[in-house]
């Protein structure tokens, strides 16, 4: 059902969600507001806060059936200092396409705004709908604490979690409520579609995405490739696997919520929560899916208009840190191999004991499952590079005899002639590692965060192209490479020289570069 199909006004601004122009003469006033929100604030104001937009579910949504006994549902959405107009336009978007049996309560949580028009006014004009319910915090939570908050008084069955400044679709609930019916350990999400920040028009998007990573964590959108497509049979009506969730929109069994224990509560203000409860999900015996006849529209920020405690960055990198040193098991390597400035910096992520307790008493399975049944198709090498360590000059190999170092014939057979190049830069021998020791070079046990361990090779001597194939540590002031002595039997450092074939060196194996 949906409320707004017949519109008050079908000629005003935006109407079925149509693009919208600033007047010539409004230019410099539309400019100067962008910064209230980060979008075309302006043009968000002249747009009905009931506006209708077109259904641009697949085709065969509308016919599917749901089950009459769905869960009620609280939705929970967090803002501090919202645009007027767009926080409206949320509110109403879900009055008006939702079946109000479906609906227990709707939780406005007010994260401290500062703008005058997001207390009394707001409470007022709320008030009209005996639904909406808003919990003032009297101090600055950041998202991750403002939504906890909201899940905390909530009543429904069902938590729907959904950003301030997005506009639901025809029939977007029931399709998100029947798959956490189907099982409570679904968690379901919807299409998340774009309302475009400049003229505020409703634009659909690709069929057949899914929520991805990249190393160091960074989450992205990818299409599935049509071969797959092609050989499942998969329909544009059918519900994908998604091996990370965006998290800011999706419904969830509320007891479920609270029995993986909701976020990490050392987590602050925004970043990572998504991961950090996808891997929860996923390897604790859950399931992520992108619901393909649910659809909302969102308006996509180039910055968050509000403030961090700590910078942006730094908040997201500890928040993902986190996540890595509970979640990722011995893969934790290559999110610090790809961002290495936070091994160097010692970052401090605070106490995990709580989370590392959770994950134990939940059961959950290990990163290596996850990677090998959600996600299987993220690159995700142990190490760099691995095998004998050659030296180009000589042909001769890196052999390690007791605790000492020696160039002796390659022989592929040897285990004392295998290294790994890992993640953090170390050359790894067990549990040992080559490092500098004067001009000399040693085997030391390795330490964690230790950058006289580590060396730079191929694509990390990005600035001194010509030194690809060398060693260089990082640990001396100028540059030093590993090479062979003047015996040609020991090894030690020396400054580098790019024409020199006995500072360079070749893995037997290369993983990534």
């Known amino acids: 059902m949906d409320a707004t199909l017949a519109p008050r006004d079908p000629r005003a601004p935006g109407q079925f969600g149509r693009a919208v122009a600033v007047p010539s003469s409004k230019q410099e006033e539309a400019k100067s507001r962008w910064k209230e929100g980060n979008f075309n604030v302006y043009l968000s104001d002249m747009i009905p806060v009931d506006r209708a937009i077109a259904d641009t579910r697949p085709a065969g949504c509308s016919d599917q059936q749901v089950h009459n006994d769905l869960p009620t549902t609280t939705i929970i959405m967090c803002f501090v200092d919202e645009v007027w107009s767009t926080l409206l336009r949320s509110v109403h978007s879900v009055l008006s396409r939702s079946p109000p049996s479906l609906i227990e309560e709707i939780i406005l949580v007010d994260d401290f705004s500062t703008k005058e028009h997001l207390k009394g006014k707001l409470d007022q004009?709320?008030?009209?709908?005996?639904?909406?319910?808003?919990?003032?915090?009297?101090?600055?939570?950041?998202?991750?604490?403002?939504?906890?908050?909201?899940?905390?008084?909530?009543?429904?069955?069902?938590?729907?979690?959904?950003?301030?400044?997005?506009?639901?679709?025809?029939?977007?609930l029931e399709p998100l409520l029947e798959r956490v019916r189907l099982s409570r350990t679904k968690v379901a999400c919807p299409v998340i579609e774009v309302i475009s920040d400049k003229d505020m028009s409703y634009m659909t998007v690709d069929n057949f995405q899914r929520g991805i990573f990249t190393w160091p964590m960074n989450f992205g959108w990818s299409q599935i490739p049509q071969e797959i497509i092609e050989k499942n049979k998969i329909k544009e009506t059918d519900v994908i696997r998604c091996p990370v969730m965006a998290g800011?929109?999706?419904?969830?069994?509320?007891?479920?919520?609270?029995?993986?224990?909701?976020?990490?509560?050392?987590?602050?203000?925004?970043?990572?929560?998504?991961?950090?409860?996808?891997?929860?999900?996923?390897?604790?015996?859950?399931?992520?899916?992108?619901?393909?006849?649910?659809?909302?529209?969102?308006?996509?920020?180039?910055?968050?208009?509000?403030?961090?405690p700590k910078d942006r960055v730094r908040t997201v990198e500890r928040n993902l840190a986190r996540?890595?040193?509970?979640?990722?098991?011995?893969?934790?390597?290559?999110?610090?191999?790809?961002?290495?400035?936070?091994?160097?910096?010692?970052?401090?992520?605070?106490?995990?004991?709580?989370?590392?307790?959770?994950?134990?008493?939940?059961?959950?399975?290990?990163?290596?499952?996850?990677?090998?049944?959600?996600?299987?198709?993220?690159?995700?090498?142990?190490?760099?590079?691995?095998?004998?360590?050659?030296?180009?000059?000589?042909?001769?190999?890196?052999?390690?005899?007791?605790?000492?170092?020696?160039?002796?014939?390659?022989?592929?057979?040897?285990?004392?002639?295998?290294?790994?190049?890992?993640?953090?830069?170390?050359?790894?021998?067990?549990?040992?590692?080559?490092?500098?020791?004067?001009?000399?070079?040693?085997?030391?046990?390795?330490r964690a965060g230790s950058p006289s361990m580590a060396w730079l090779h191929r694509a990390l001597v990005a600035l001194q192209t010509q030194l690809r194939d060398h060693l260089v540590t990082e640990r001396l002031q100028k540059s030093a490479c590993l090479e062979v002595g003047p015996s040609h039997k020991a090894l030690r450092v020396g400054a580098c020289d790019s024409t020199n074939p006995q500072q360079k060196w070749q893995f037997g194996s290369y993983h990534a570069d």
């Open 323 to 446: 996540v890595a040193e509970v979640w990722l098991d011995e893969y934790k390597e290559l999110f610090y191999g790809h961002a290495y400035h936070l091994v160097l910096k010692h970052l401090d992520v605070g106490n995990l004991t709580q989370q590392i307790q959770l994950r134990k008493k939940l059961q959950c399975k290990s990163f290596r499952w996850y990677l090998e049944n959600v996600y299987p198709d993220l690159d995700a090498p142990l190490v760099k590079a691995s095998g004998l360590l050659r030296n180009v000059g000589l042909a001769k190999c890196i052999t390690v005899e007791n605790t000492r170092l020696a160039l002796e014939v390659c022989d592929v057979n040897n285990k004392h002639q295998q290294f790994n190049y890992t993640w953090l830069r170390r050359i790894q021998h067990g549990e040992l590692c080559i490092m500098p020791s004067g001009a000399t070079v040693v085997l030391r046990p390795c």
């Open 125 to 172: 004009y709320m008030s009209q709908f005996p639904k909406v319910k808003i919990l003032h915090l009297k101090e600055r939570h950041g998202l991750i604490r403002a939504r906890l908050a909201g899940a905390r008084i909530a009543k429904g069955s069902v938590l729907t979690f959904l950003d301030s400044h997005v506009e639901c679709n025809v029939g977007w």
């Open 248 to 308: 800011g929109l999706f419904s969830i069994d509320r007891k479920y919520f609270f029995e993986l224990g909701t976020y990490d509560p050392g987590l602050d203000v925004w970043g990572g929560e998504n991961m950090e409860l996808s891997f929860k999900v996923w390897m604790c015996g859950g399931e992520i899916e992108i619901v393909p006849c649910s659809r909302v529209g969102h308006i996509f920020r180039n910055d968050n208009p509000y403030s961090f």
